[in-house]
């Protein structure tokens, strides 16, 4: 009798675990997040190609794991997204745009890459935050706890304040 109730606990909770899905915000702001790390990441590729500074690359490199973590909440949700692999490329216009117009200011200098990265960051931050407070799922909200870290730590590393360029993100791994 045990066992049944046991197992008959268990078929509920997967039930509603399988039952819940995105509201059509939610996915949205998956989605918009995932491209604006692609974003990121093609940024950083193209600035670590054109200044070979490391930190680019290093942080580059974790911009793919933050992508990951947010195609694996698209997966968990069974909905069907798939990114370009084409640098610049994204279904989103506005992010086109924007990585066109970040480009042509970062492509002035290190320096000026190296603000292009803090202004991505930033911006990251923001959205992150803003997208924690539309969702009531508490996965969501970890993996969005975890890239805010993450971004911090990016954001630091090109500021200037620290951090690895993107290494060590602790329970984010990136």
């Not at 600035?47 to 580059?60: A, R």
């Not at 069974?78 to 370009?84: A, D, H, Q, R």
């Not at 730590?153 to 690895?164: D, E, I, Q, T, V």
Request: proline share 0%; hydrophobic share 35%.
């Amino acid at each position: 009798m045990k066992a049944v109730i046991i197992s008959m606990l268990f078929l509920w909770s997967f039930n509603n675990l399988m039952d819940q899905k995105l509201s059509k915000s939610e996915l949205n702001q998956l989605t918009y997040l995932l491209e604006e790390e692609k974003l990121a990441h093609d940024v950083y590729i193209h600035f670590y190609e054109k200044y070979g500074s490391q930190k680019f690359l290093n942080i580059s490199e974790s911009e793919l794991r933050h992508q990951d973590h947010l195609m694996d909440l698209l997966n968990d949700y069974n909905e069907l997204y798939t990114l370009s692999t084409k640098a610049g490329e994204f279904h989103h216009i506005e992010l086109v745009i924007l990585y066109n117009n970040l480009l042509e200011k970062g492509n002035q200098s290190l320096d000026a890459a190296l603000e292009v990265g803090q202004l991505i960051e930033k911006t990251d931050i923001k959205d992150l935050e803003d997208a924690m407070n539309r969702t009531e799922k508490e996965d969501i909200k970890e993996v969005y706890k975890q890239l805010i870290w993450a971004s911090n730590r990016h954001l630091n590393a090109f500021s200037g304040k620290g951090g690895k360029g993107g290494r060590g993100m602790g329970s984010c791994k990136n």
